[in-house]
């Protein structure tokens, strides 16, 4: 067994962490993984020694404590040493072997496993770059995607039209790019068609909100998407079904294919 390329702490299962999974997978490269669900992340220390703590190790006069910013409520634990390397404070959280370099954004840490496995990433500086403007892009749309789906059960009409508006210049760029390439940056994989797939794919959960959503008068900004952008959505659907990314992604997206009719492995 290869040494590990990177520890990655985060809750479990993340799309943001199958980035980077499905891309060491591909590179043949370990990637460390420490985690727990959702809801138990608050009772872990987020360091990089990440453990799930005792009763009595949790208090509100922990040296530990702070309060959830984004996504979580209430009270977590970080340790100062992880603050220090995630100053963000976010998962997925990732470390360097020893822990000395924390990289943050799973955009980054997919980098630095593509780095890690000289692979995925473009086939010269100007292809990479390439790479690098569409994960950008991608994080400004995934960012819409993570307020929106934390706000779903009362949003206002300014929130659903930022989302709308950021899911059709996202969408259009990629059904654009589709028509002249069969991957995003040229004719191979990269990591910018491995984040665009884990991302897009957390967006569709909206598809679980439809009733929330029409109990607010609005509709699924998803709705006619297969019809508006097919190259993005077939792209989705085929890498999502390809076996390096079916292993991690499991069945994740089963219940969307059922919806538009389509064969669930
Ligand atoms: N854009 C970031 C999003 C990371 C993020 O916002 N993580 C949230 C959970 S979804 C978090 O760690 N929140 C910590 C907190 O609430 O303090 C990425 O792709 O890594």
């Known amino acids: 067994m290869t040494k590990p390329v990177l520890k990655i702490f985060s809750y479990l299962p993340n799309p943001r962490v199958w980035k980077s999974l499905i891309t060491a997978d591909l590179c043949g490269v370990e990637v460390d993984v420490t985690g727990a669900k959702p809801a138990e992340l608050g009772t872990w220390l987020w360091d990089y020694d990440a453990r799930s703590l005792s009763d009595s190790e949790r208090s509100d006069d922990s040296p530990h404590a702070r309060t959830g910013r984004r996504g979580f409520s209430g009270t977590l634990y970080k340790t100062d040493a992880f603050l220090d390397a995630h100053p963000f404070g976010t998962v997925p959280a990732a470390f360097s072997p020893?822990?000395?370099?924390?990289?943050?954004?799973?955009?980054?840490?997919?980098?630095?496993?593509?780095?890690?496995?000289?692979?995925?990433?473009?086939?010269?500086?100007?292809?990479?770059?390439?790479?690098?403007?569409?994960?950008?892009?991608?994080?400004?749309?995934?960012?819409?995607?993570?307020?929106?789906?934390?706000?779903?059960?009362?949003?206002?009409?300014?929130?659903?039209?930022?989302?709308?508006?950021?899911?059709?210049?996202?969408?259009?760029?990629?059904?654009?790019?589709?028509t002249q390439s069969a991957y995003l940056v040229g004719d191979e994989l990269t990591i910018a068609d491995i984040s665009f797939v884990c991302d897009f794919a957390q967006f569709l959960r909206e598809g679980h909100y439809e009733e929330a959503l029409a109990g607010q008068s609005k509709t699924l900004i998803s709705a006619d998407g297969p019809r508006t952008y097919p190259r993005a959505y077939e792209h989705m659907l085929t890498l999502s079904g390809a076996p390096a990314f079916a292993e991690r992604m499991g069945s994740y997206l089963d219940w969307y294919r059922k919806k538009l009719g389509r064969e669930v492995a």
């Open 98 to 178: 020893g822990g000395s370099v924390g990289v943050f954004e799973s955009n980054s840490i997919l980098r630095a496993v593509a780095r890690a496995g000289n692979g995925l990433y473009g086939r010269d500086g100007y292809e990479a770059s390439r790479v690098d403007s569409f994960l950008d892009a991608n994080l400004v749309f995934a960012r819409e995607a993570q307020v929106y789906l934390l706000g779903m059960d009362d949003l206002s009409q300014e929130s659903y039209d930022r989302m709308a508006a950021a899911y059709e210049f996202y969408l259009s760029g990629i059904e654009q790019t589709l």
